[in-house]
T-cell receptor, first 113, second 110 residues
Framework: DVKVTQSSRYLVKRTGEKVFLECVQD?????MFWYRQDPGLGLRLIYF???????EKGDIPEGYSVSREKKERFSLILESASTNQTSMYLC????????????FGPGTRLTVT | AQSVTQLGSHVSVSEGALVLLRCNYS??????LFWYVQYPNQGLQLLLK??????LVKGINGFEAEFKKSETSFHLTKPSAHMSDAAEYFC????????FGTGTRLLVSP
């Protein structure tokens, strides 16, 4: 069974703090993704990684960065958290073939005060 | 740019009634199409996907979807709703990166 785990289910941070969200997958998947989920907006792609140390911006990368030093781990970094980054963050992974299913973690609900 | 449109942010049905959730995609080349379900406080899980092998795709929990190229649609149906089907449903299209619709929350009343 594919498992995607995220380091925290709930996180509360203050404006201006540096925030790290960690994601680990155990299926040796090449692709990993970070999404942001907001009511009425669905899922929006923040960043995509197709290999170790490789990354590609998604639709809303502003204010975020990512790190992928190992194949199984993909980190999302908020350099200076702001209140408009309060959201649900979902990590996913998939194989490299077109049409491969994405497997999702349980999500991290981040509140920035 | 690709886009996915889900008509209706909320759909309400009675238990035992037909479920119909609508999805229209924008790609001119038929992409891979997916339906995912999200239960409260959980991540998304795959219900079914279209890969061009067959236009009628059967998924888990009695759901199915039909690909109609002429209508650029991939609507999700279930003949008889169950209380446990109450969740949010997302349609998505793409090849490796996916574009998701805004979601439809299905409410099931007794």
């Amino acid at each position: 069974d594919v498992k995607v785990t995220q380091s925290s289910r709930y996180l509360v941070k203050r404006t201006g703090e540096k925030v790290f969200l960690e994601c680990v997958q155990d299926m040796d998947h090449e692709n990993m993704f970070w999404y942001r989920q907001d009511p009425g907006l669905g899922l929006r792609l923040i960043y995509f990684s197709y290999d170790v140390k490789m990354k590609e911006k998604g639709d809303i990368p502003e204010g975020y960065s990512v790190s992928r030093e190992k194949k199984e781990r993909f980190s999302l970094i908020l350099e200076s958290a702001s209140t408009n980054q309060t959201s649900m963050y979902l990590c996913a992974s998939s194989g490299r073939l077109a049409g491969d299913e994405q497997y999702f973690g349980p999500g991290t609900r981040l509140t920035v005060t | 740019a690709q886009s996915v449109t889900q008509l209706g942010s909320h759909v309400s049905v009675s238990e035992g009634a037909l479920v119909l959730l609508r999805c229209n995609y924008s790609s001119s080349v038929p992409p891979y199409l997916f339906w995912y379900v999200q239960y409260p406080n959980q991540g998304l899980q795959l219900l079914l996907k279209y890969t061009s092998a067959a236009t009628l795709v059967k998924g888990i929990n009695g759901f199915e979807a039909e690909f109609k190229k002429s209508e650029t649609s991939f609507h999700l149906t279930k003949p008889s709703a169950h209380m446990s089907d109450a969740a949010e449903y997302f349609c998505a299209e793409g090849f490796q990166k996916l574009v998701f619709g805004t979601g439809t929350r299905l409410l099931v009343s007794p």
